[in-house]
């Protein structure tokens, strides 16, 4: 019996100079060629006659190459051109950049080619997209697999390929299902599945196929992450008191009474904290949820247990913010706090150092400094992440190996569907504070395009006369820092002089150093400045009640979860507030993402939309996680899969040695699960 992981060069076919252009494609093994996923199909008796192409069309024609030849094109660019003839008529397929094909596609031969049909001055024009070489298969295969390609490779061979690896190897592959629950599922077996998606007979087929292969990639992914979380619960961690007066106290002077959510999910980190062995929870709550007052009663157990505390933000302004609220939080009640964050100089830098390393300081609030090798904690119980998507996996790890191993709650404003985040997050327990604080109104969100401008800013003052505050956020340009300061110095001048002539405005950008940030903060919170233009530093975090209208400038470059958490800075007071979305979007997208800010205020739903807009490509910072290495599953589609595959791995007591054996197998460049 031959290995799965058989190396790539040993494949019947393969040389060395073939296994080079495999490793390419990232194909090191024969299991990897099974898993190599064709990027699409066509069924080769499904063809237009050349005739019938019309202008503007997506269509697929069979042909017989008449002449071909290299041309170049006035801006410089190569473009193949074959004319292909059938029994109708005949037409110019183009490719443009590909100047090799000319050795590979040559007059007499069969063609196939899928692509674009365009009128280019009178002549109908083929732009193909996919083309294969038809006299060359023998093969009884109707549908036909077209995968992702190298220079040098041909599809026919990665074909030949995948076909002597489905014979040869394919009755080796394991059956991690037994009968029943594939049954349950309505899943197919393993080995019908690689057949059918490499070359299904039917469209029925394939969904069958790529249903089964979906759910076993997302199998051994959570199978993984079960025994990683596993792995962290032999550790002995920090059992904090019971009972405790400091959380009594500090409850009794949070100036609201929290709410139902807010008070259940401090239950469910409690009983966390109280056990020995270390928390690894995710707390989650929509923009304004009030996820803080939470961290500030999980800080006031681990101290009054004995135990130091950490408080982490993504940036500066939101760290400031924290320390403050917890001064206040904790204001005449015993708790010796220090802010430690990047810009801190290192004279006011030392005694904070010095302080945590003697266990005097008790609760360290700051950016990622915390996580920086000087600082050594005393007796580190607690620690806690806010706004985790801005945080990897990799940094978790690092603020673990601060203490002896503290309880780690981290907290995250991006809200994302249950049955994904368990799988996205799954080494996490999870909370979910699921409604928000009363009295809040509702943001109304309004789109307008750039030409009505004005009325945004009419508005605006009208609100500032009132006695409101707003924000004015610039836009977002992301390939340059100098233009972004720029962008927000113009609208800055453009606001004092012109749109909010009479009000005082501030400005508040990145590239300010921390003191000059907070100072400008402090004006706002304190109605000093009535106008904020900043650029995206407000993103996270900040609250100001009494700023109740916000108007974003380039609406259209922002993402949706960016723009709900911008949104998220007003309507925490108790007035109606206002959101204007300033915007020209050009593409079908960004309208979308306008629209959709507009009818959902909701964070979940909005996130939901999100995903499927965007697909689950490199959102909250998978990429780390393996996620990245899933080949059939996608996320933002397959949420039932992606819940089958969870109940399937619950089902199995623990990872078994075969499990694991095809875990790492595909997973290995995975290393943050499969490392462990
Ligand atoms: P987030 O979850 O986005 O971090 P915050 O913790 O900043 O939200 O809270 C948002 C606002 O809601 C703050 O002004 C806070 O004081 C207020 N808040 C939090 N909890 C309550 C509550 N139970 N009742 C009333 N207001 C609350
Ligand atoms: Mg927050």
Same mark, same amino acid.
């Given at each position: 019996?031959?290995?799965?992981?058989?190396?790539?060069?040993?494949?019947?076919?393969?040389?060395?100079?073939?296994?080079?252009?495999?490793?390419?494609?990232?194909?090191?093994?024969?299991?990897?060629?099974?898993?190599?996923?064709?990027?699409?199909?066509?069924?080769?008796?499904?063809?237009?006659?050349?005739?019938?192409?019309?202008?503007?069309?997506?269509?697929?024609?069979?042909?017989?190459?008449?002449?071909?030849?290299?041309?170049?094109?006035?801006?410089?660019?190569?473009?193949?051109?074959?004319?292909?003839?059938?029994?109708?008529?005949?037409?110019?397929?183009?490719?443009?950049?590909?100047?090799?094909?000319?050795?590979?596609?040559?007059?007499?031969?069969?063609?196939?080619?899928?692509?674009?049909?365009?009128?280019?001055?009178?002549?109908?024009?083929?732009?193909?997209?996919?083309?294969?070489?038809?006299?060359?298969?023998?093969?009884?295969?109707?549908?036909?697999?077209?995968?992702?390609?190298?220079?040098?490779?041909?599809?026919?061979?990665?074909?030949?390929?995948?076909?002597?690896?489905?014979?040869?190897?394919?009755?080796?592959?394991?059956?991690?299902?037994?009968?029943?629950?594939?049954?349950?599922?309505?899943?197919?077996?393993?080995?019908?599945?690689?057949?059918?998606?490499?070359?299904?007979?039917?469209?029925?087929?394939?969904?069958?196929?790529?249903?089964?292969?979906?759910? #076993?990639?997302? +199998? %051994?992914?959570?199978?993984?992450?079960?025994?990683?979380?596993?792995? &962290?619960?032999?550790? $002995? =961690?920090? /059992?904090?008191?019971?009972?405790?007066?400091?959380?009594?106290?500090?409850?009794?002077?949070?100036?609201?009474?929290?709410?139902?959510?807010?008070?259940?999910?401090?239950?469910?980190?409690?009983?966390?904290?109280?056990?020995?062995?270390?928390?690894?929870?995710?707390?989650?709550?929509?923009?304004?949820?009030?996820?803080?007052?939470?961290?500030?009663?999980?800080?006031?157990?681990?101290?009054?247990?004995?135990?130091?505390?950490?408080?982490?933000?993504?940036?500066?302004?939101?760290?400031?913010?924290?320390?403050?609220?917890?001064?206040?939080?904790?204001?005449?009640?015993?708790?010796?706090?220090?802010?430690?964050?990047?810009?801190?100089?290192?004279?006011?830098?030392?005694?904070?150092?010095?302080?945590?390393?003697?266990? #005097?300081?008790? +609760? %360290?609030?700051?950016?990622?400094?915390?996580?920086?090798?000087?600082? &050594?904690?005393?007796? $580190? =119980?607690? /620690?806690?992440?806010?706004?985790?998507?801005?945080?990897?996996?990799?940094?978790?790890?690092?603020?673990?190996?601060?203490?002896?191993?503290?309880?780690?709650?981290?907290?995250?404003?991006?809200?994302?569907?249950?049955?994904?985040?368990?799988?996205?997050?799954?080494?996490?327990?999870?909370?979910?504070?699921?409604?928000?604080?009363?009295?809040?109104?509702?943001?109304?969100?309004?789109?307008?395009?750039?030409?009505?401008?004005?009325?945004?800013?009419?508005?605006?003052?009208?609100?500032?006369?009132?006695?409101?505050?707003?924000?004015?956020?610039?836009?977002?340009?992301?390939?340059?820092?100098?233009?972004?300061?720029?962008?927000?110095?113009?609208?800055?001048?453009?606001?004092?002089?012109?749109?909010?002539?009479?009000?005082?405005?501030? +400005? %508040?950008?990145?590239?300010?150093?921390?003191?000059?940030?907070?100072?400008?903060?402090?004006?706002?919170?304190?109605?000093?400045?009535?106008?904020?233009?900043?650029?995206?530093?407000?993103?996270?975090?900040?609250?100001?009640?009494?700023?109740?209208?916000?108007?974003?400038?380039?609406?259209?470059?922002?993402?949706?979860?960016?723009?709900?958490?911008?949104?998220?800075?007003?309507?925490?007071?108790?007035?109606?507030?206002?959101?204007?979305?300033?915007?020209?979007?050009?593409?079908?997208?960004?309208?979308?993402?306008?629209?959709?800010?507009?009818?959902?205020?909701?964070?979940?739903?909005?996130?939901?939309?999100?995903?499927?807009?965007?697909?689950?490509?490199?959102?909250?910072?998978?990429?780390?996680?393996?996620?990245?290495?899933?080949?059939?599953?996608?996320?933002?589609?397959?949420?039932?899969?992606?819940?089958?595959?969870?109940?399937?791995?619950?089902?199995?007591?623990?990872?078994?040695?075969?499990?694991?054996?095809?875990?790492?197998?595909?997973?290995?460049?995975?290393?943050?699960?499969?490392?462990?």
């Amino acid at each position: 019996m031959e290995a799965l992981d058989k190396k790539i060069q040993f494949l019947r076919g393969v040389g060395p100079k073939r296994s080079l252009l495999l490793h390419r494609l990232g194909i090191e093994t024969v299991f990897d060629l099974l898993w190599y996923i064709p990027r699409s199909y066509y069924d080769r008796n499904r063809v237009q006659s050349i005739k019938e192409l019309q202008d503007g069309q997506n269509c697929s024609i069979r042909g017989i190459v008449v002449a071909a030849s290299l041309k170049r094109s006035r801006r410089g660019m190569s473009v193949f051109e074959a004319i292909l003839q059938d029994h109708s008529g005949s037409v110019t397929a183009v490719w443009f950049n590909q100047p090799f094909l000319s050795r590979s596609i040559k007059k007499g031969q069969n063609i196939w080619a899928r692509g674009r049909s365009k009128l280019v001055y009178d002549r109908l024009q083929l732009q193909v997209q996919e083309y294969d070489l038809l006299d060359q298969d023998s093969t009884s295969h109707m549908v036909m697999p077209i995968y992702g390609l190298t220079e040098g490779l041909t599809q026919r061979s990665l074909r030949q390929l995948t076909e002597t690896a489905l014979h040869e190897f394919l009755p080796n592959y394991p059956e991690l299902l037994d009968p029943d629950q594939a049954r349950r599922f309505r899943l197919i077996d393993i080995k019908t599945a690689f057949w059918n998606m490499h070359f299904p007979q039917s469209g029925e087929n394939y969904k069958e196929a790529r249903r089964r292969l979906a759910c #076993e990639e997302l +199998l %051994l992914f959570n199978l993984g992450l079960k025994k990683l979380k596993a792995a &962290q619960q032999i550790y $002995l =961690g920090v /059992a904090h008191r019971e009972q405790d007066n400091l959380v009594q106290e500090v409850t009794q002077q949070l100036p609201f009474m929290l709410t139902p959510a807010q008070r259940r999910v401090t239950t469910e980190i409690f009983a966390d904290m109280e056990a020995s062995r270390p928390m690894n929870r995710l707390l989650q709550g929509d923009v304004g949820a009030g996820k803080t007052a939470v961290a500030a009663l999980a800080i006031a157990k681990a101290l009054s247990s004995g135990y130091q505390a950490a408080f982490m933000a993504p940036t500066e302004i939101l760290a400031q913010q924290h320390f403050r609220n917890m001064k206040s939080f904790f204001a005449g009640l015993k708790c010796n706090m220090a802010l430690l964050t990047g810009s801190l100089n290192s004279s006011l830098r030392q005694p904070v150092l010095a302080g945590v390393s003697s266990g #005097e300081v008790q +609760l %360290l609030v700051g950016t990622h400094a915390l996580i920086q090798e000087q600082v &050594q904690f005393a007796k $580190l =119980g607690l /620690a806690i992440v806010d706004e985790q998507h801005r945080f990897g996996v990799r940094q978790r790890a690092l603020l673990s190996d601060k203490g002896i191993k503290p309880d780690i709650l981290v907290m995250s404003a991006t809200p994302i569907p249950r049955t994904l985040a368990l799988t996205v997050y799954g080494d996490l327990e999870m909370s979910v504070i699921d409604s928000l604080p009363p009295g809040r109104t509702p943001v109304k969100t309004v789109f307008l395009r750039r030409e009505r401008r004005s009325q945004a800013y009419q508005l605006m003052r009208r609100h500032l006369a009132d006695g409101a505050q707003c924000y004015v956020v610039c836009p977002l340009i992301e390939e340059s820092v100098k233009q972004d300061l720029l962008a927000a110095q113009t609208l800055y001048d453009e606001l004092r002089t012109e749109l909010a002539k009479g009000f005082k405005v501030g +400005l %508040l950008h990145g590239r300010m150093r921390g003191a000059e940030k907070e100072s400008i903060m402090e004006s706002f919170k304190l109605g000093y400045i009535q106008v904020l233009v900043s650029t995206t530093v407000i993103e996270v975090g900040v609250d100001v009640p009494n700023a109740s209208m916000m108007i974003i400038e380039q609406a259209e470059r922002f993402g949706l979860s960016q723009l709900h958490q911008l949104r998220g800075r007003v309507g925490r007071g108790s007035r109606q507030s206002l959101c204007f979305l300033l915007a020209d979007p050009k593409n079908p997208g960004a309208e979308q993402r306008m629209q959709l800010m507009t009818s959902i205020n909701d964070g979940f739903r909005l996130a939901q939309a999100d995903l499927s807009l965007r697909g689950a490509g490199d959102f909250w910072g998978v990429r780390q996680h393996g996620l990245n290495q899933l080949q059939v599953a996608d996320l933002s589609r397959d949420l039932e899969i992606v819940e089958m595959s969870r109940q399937l791995a619950a089902a199995f007591p623990a990872m078994n040695s075969l499990q694991q054996k095809y875990f790492d197998m595909k997973f290995k460049k995975a290393s943050y699960i499969a490392a462990n």
